[in-house]
Nanobody
Framework: VQLVESGGGLVQAGGSLRLSCASS????????MGWFRQASGKEREFIAA????????RVADSVKGRATISRDRVKSTGYLQLNSLKPEDTAVYFC????????????????????WGQGTQVTVSS
């Protein structure tokens, strides 16, 4: 399984970006896609996740109200819309997918995800 992120870049504070994550395999009725980010010198943190089958989703408190996660099963692509960006949102953003359908409460756990993309850099200038 290959995941390819796109949509990152340099944006001014208050701006928006939509990140995409294309999967090399067709999305099935199982599994979930998650987004994580890692700022320089910090640990990777959970941002948002969505299950392919029922669109059950979770969003981290750090971006709640500013981030929306969605998926297109036909295209096997997930999206992360980020609004009202802040300099502290600067990080490498990774998407990841699971092998099977996780329970909702586990969507934020890194160990649930089996496949990871290479990441896309998001830089927010003040």
């Amino acid at each position: 399984v290959q995941l390819v992120e796109s949509g990152g870049g340099l944006v001014q504070a208050g701006g928006s970006l939509r990140l995409s994550c294309a999967s090399s395999v067709l999305a099935t009725t199982t599994g979930a896609m998650g987004w994580f980010r890692q700022a320089s010198g910090k640990e990777r943190e959970f941002i948002a996740a969505i299950r392919w089958s029922d669109r059950d989703s979770r969003v981290a408190d750090s971006v709640k109200g500013r981030a929306t996660i969605s998926r297109d099963r036909v295209k096997s692509t997930g999206y992360l819309q980020l609004n009202s960006l802040k300099p502290e949102d600067t990080a490498v953003y990774f998407c990841a997918t699971t092998k099977s359908r996780p329970i909702s409460s586990s969507l934020g756990r890194e160990d649930v995800y089996a496949y990871w993309g290479q990441g896309t850099q998001v830089t927010v200038s003040s």
